[in-house]
């Protein structure tokens, strides 16, 4: 269900509706995209439980700490926002820039390609029909494919960061293959490319998980 900050406001599904005329002014796109994603995330949730709007900073903070630039950090809003508008390539093109547009919609892309991963994983049951190895290395050409642009790689594993604090924070049950993932995929593709504090750190969280 989307989200509207009222009933006299422009659908945030129609392009013209957040074009950078209908924004409130902001410094930077880090803060309009905060403003562009707040209505849209207010009420909503991730499968762990976490509210979107919770992790979408949370995780612009980790990206703001490795470095990464404003772009970046504004598609951590603009990545979780896309999922509740109906046309949104369209929509943050035209608000924020093609950059900004293909930079959410292909993490958004490899975001939902892991999530439909690892809910086959738990539906297998115990009936696994692919073993551990073969899955870690499906998720390893996954992750490949999008490495033509490093900044999707980034921005996926800053989410994984997120979502393991959370869990470690919340104390709630963490799914087995997330953190088993976390720790022989993602931990591992942090350490190749020289990230060590989000390598160190996934590799902390998932150890207690595991």
Not at 82 to 103: N, S
Not at 113 to 125: C, D, I, S
Request: include cysteine; proline fraction near 5%.
């Amino acid at each position: 269900m989307k989200t509207r900050e009222s009933s006299v406001s422009p659908s945030p599904d129609t392009p013209h509706a957040w074009s950078g005329h209908d924004l409130p002014w902001m410094p930077d796109d880090l803060q309009r995209s905060a403003a562009f994603a707040e209505p849209l995330l207010a009420h909503q949730r991730l499968a762990s439980g976490e509210k979107a709007l919770d992790h979408a900073r949370a995780m612009a903070g980790i990206v703001a700490d490795i470095g990464g630039s404003t772009a970046m950090q504004s598609a951590c809003y603009l990545v979780y926002a896309a999922e509740y508008l109906t046309q949104p390539r369209e929509v943050i093109a035209k608000a924020f820039g093609e950059v900004h547009a293909t930079l959410a919609m292909e993490t958004l892309q490899l975001l939902r390609l892991q999530r439909q991963a690892l809910e086959a994983r738990h539906q297998e049951g115990t009936e696994v029909a692919v073993s551990v190895a073969g899955r870690h290395e499906n998720v390893r050409r996954m992750l490949l494919a999008f490495s033509r642009d490093l900044r999707v790689v980034l921005l996926r594993l800053s989410s994984r960061l997120q979502t393991l604090r959370w869990y470690a924070a919340s104390r709630q049950p963490v799914p087995h293959a997330l953190a088993d993932e976390s720790l022989q995929v993602l931990a591992p593709l942090a350490n190749r490319l020289g990230i060590w504090q989000i390598k160190w750190e996934l590799e902390d969280l998932s150890f207690r998980f595991l």
